[in-house]
């Protein structure tokens, strides 16, 4: 697997979920990566957090201590609004709820980390979780 390095990475809601609820998508959080989501997926990440609640079996007050305690940066439009034509363009048709993250990656020229197919094949890199981590355990056995 080859990898160009990179030093942020923008986070789809599915893996913010994810590791609120203390999945292996925690990890990444707590790696060197600065990671980065929209407010728009914040918002998505908050309207489906009862139902990841429910179905994890986890204290409500535990996982939202966890989001909470995430490293997570929130961008608003200002931050992604260069990027939102070509995103539309790109996959607005596909998956409207997916443009903002698009257009941050793209104004920021930075991968995805999510684990939503939609962003296949697509001009920028997206990476799922498990593929993620093993770049990030690849960097840091080259560093020791």
Same mark, same amino acid.
């Given at each position: 697997?080859?990898?160009?390095?990179?030093?942020?990475?923008?986070?789809?809601?599915?893996?913010?979920?994810?590791?609120?609820?203390? =999945?292996?998508?925690?990890?990444?959080?707590?790696?060197?990566?600065?990671?980065?989501?929209?407010?728009?997926?914040?918002?998505?990440?908050?309207?489906?957090?009862?139902?990841?609640?429910?179905?994890?079996?986890?204290?409500?007050?535990?996982?939202?201590?966890?989001?909470?305690?995430?490293?997570?940066?929130?961008?608003?439009?200002?931050?992604?609004?260069?990027?939102?034509?070509?995103?539309? =363009?790109?996959?607005?048709? =596909?998956?409207?709820?997916?443009?903002?993250?698009?257009?941050?990656?793209?104004?920021?020229?930075?991968?995805?980390?999510?684990?939503?197919?939609?962003?296949?094949?697509?001009?920028?890199?997206?990476?799922?979780?498990?593929?993620?981590?093993?770049?990030?355990?690849?960097?840091?056995? =080259?560093?020791?």
């Amino acid at each position: 697997m080859t990898s160009k390095s990179f030093a942020s990475v923008a986070a789809d809601s599915n893996v913010v979920l994810s590791a609120a609820i203390g =999945r292996a998508a925690v990890r990444v959080f707590h790696s060197a990566l600065h990671v980065v989501t929209t407010d728009l997926n914040l918002a998505e990440v908050y309207e489906y957090l009862p139902l990841f609640i429910e179905t994890s079996g986890l204290p409500a007050e535990e996982v939202a201590q966890n989001l909470e305690n995430l490293p997570l940066t929130v961008l608003g439009l200002k931050d992604y609004e260069p990027g939102l034509e070509e995103a539309r =363009r790109l996959i607005g048709g =596909r998956d409207p709820d997916d443009v903002a993250l698009l257009a941050l990656a793209l104004t920021r020229e930075i991968p995805i980390w999510s684990n939503d197919r939609d962003f296949e094949a697509l001009t920028v890199t997206a990476y799922p979780t498990a593929v993620l981590l093993k770049i990030l355990e690849s960097q840091e056995s =080259r560093r020791d």
